[in-house]
């Protein structure tokens, strides 16, 4: 862990204090998290200052013993077998404490139900092979009771918003930027995983950062943003359109006045003031993403990440069919979405039919799909519907929502000079 900051990650995540015999490890396993989580480096070092801060670190012995730890170098490639064999051991005195309070009980006891021993033991045993420490089965009074509470709580909170705010829709996750999205899904809610899709130079570099910007900037929550396509200087550019609303190619080019300048340095005044942190990350792969979802949902507490895109993926295996590839890119979003209690979003390019390779497949892992598509001229003229609208250019249509309705087509304005996006007016 004082070497690598793979190591540093995989180890938060998968050990506790308790899974180490040396009370001593177990402090500098401590310290070492308590570091990262401020995004300090665990160094030998700060380790030492750290120590010294808690008054751990009080004697010379303890103070050979931790440079004894830091001389020590394990491989990024082999961090998975020390953690197994930590966790082994650990589980190992576990099973050592069981066998010897079991004995001990036994023996002082002279009338014991065998039945009742068994089956005490047998749970016993059962929670030490457990894979997942966190696995728990409801039981039905329990079911009920979360039924309950959870009904209970959504009333009251709609019920105080109806009467303090003016009807303003209570969401259950993230706003998402769409107040017509908002009212058919409730937000984007922890363990989503969000699937977006729109062909090339059709908005979903656009989508991302609309979405961003309502969460990141608007509501000041904090998320993470991978793009695997554009570099630091492009994104930041985007940013200065989007807060703006002065045309990308006219900032891009530098052609703007003082008055435009000014106007745009306060826009950035807001994103330094927001939740927003972009990672460019054109070798992106599946489990690099996951190392760094750990690392800012320890250091920064996001509540939602963003991978744009996920065709730019590295391969599993460059043998295998592109359908499948993102197939299991998505299967690992979903699961890193509920193990980090955080909304996912991923970015997916269409067929020039407006079709998706492996859709199905991809469906049926997520929670909400999104499609992102110009509106034809000719629905324009001929749909009474949209006359209802003003000047709607783009549908977003909901193919698969697993909390509400799906099948329906939202019309909005996307202004692609500015890259701004918003809910089509009603007249």
């Not at 190992?92 to 005490?120: C, N, P, T, W």
């Not at 900037?217 to 609303?245: D, F």
């Not at 909901?398 to 799906?406: F, L, Q």
Request: proline share 4%; charged share 30%.
């Amino acid at each position: 862990m004082l070497h690598s900051e793979e190591a540093c990650i995989e180890a938060y995540d998968q050990l506790s204090i308790s899974d180490f015999y040396s009370p001593h490890n177990g402090n500098v396993f401590a310290m070492i998290c308590n570091l990262y989580e401020r995004d300090l480096r665990p160094t030998y070092v700060e380790l030492l200052k750290e120590g010294h801060s808690l008054g751990v670190l009080t004697s010379p012995a303890d103070i050979e013993q931790l440079k004894y730890i830091a001389l020590q170098y394990i491989d990024d490639q082999n961090i998975k077998y020390w953690i197994k064999r930590v966790k082994d051991k650990s589980r190992l005195r576990r099973y050592e404490d069981f066998l010897r309070i079991s004995y001990q009980s036994l023996a002082e006891q002279k009338d014991v139900d065998v039945e009742q021993v068994l089956m005490e033991a047998e749970e016993k045993l059962t929670n030490l092979t457990a894979l997942e420490i966190d696995d728990h089965v409801d039981s039905p009074s329990e079911m009920a009771a979360l039924g309950y509470d959870e009904v209970e709580r959504r009333f009251l909170r709609y019920k105080e918003i109806k009467e303090l705010h003016k009807g303003v829709l209570p969401l259950d996750g993230l706003t998402t930027g769409f107040n017509t999205l908002d009212n058919i899904t409730l937000g984007y809610k922890p363990g989503d995983l969000i699937i977006l899709g729109a062909q090339t130079g059709h908005g979903k570099t656009a989508f991302a950062l609309h979405t961003a910007r309502a969460i990141a900037v608007e509501q000041q929550k904090n998320i993470l943003y991978l793009n695997t396509e554009m570099s630091r200087q492009q994104i930041a550019l985007r940013w200065g359109s989007i807060l703006s609303s002065i045309e990308h190619d006219r900032i891009r080019k530098g052609d703007i006045n003082e008055s435009e300048l000014s106007i745009i340095l306060n826009a950035y005044s807001r994103l330094r003031e927001s939740g927003f942190y972009s990672y460019p990350c054109p070798n992106l792969t599946p489990e690099k993403s996951i190392s760094i979802a750990r690392k800012f949902k320890v250091q920064h507490n996001i509540e939602m990440m963003i991978v744009d895109y996920v065709g730019r993926m590295e391969k599993f295996d460059p043998r295998q069919p592109e359908w499948q590839v993102l197939e299991q890119i998505v299967k690992t979003q979903k699961m890193l979405a509920q193990n980090l209690n955080i909304a996912v979003m991923v970015l997916v390019q269409l067929n020039p039919d407006g079709t998706l390779q492996g859709a199905r497949r991809m469906k049926n892992e997520c929670d909400l799909m999104l499609k992102l598509a110009p509106i034809p001229k000719e629905e324009l003229e001929e749909n009474p519907d949209l006359k209802n609208f003003r000047n709607p250019n783009y549908y977003l249509i909901i193919e698969k929502n697993r909390d509400g309705i799906s099948g329906k087509g939202i019309p909005i304005v996307f202004d692609q000079q500015r890259q701004t996006m918003k809910d089509a007016e009603r007249t």
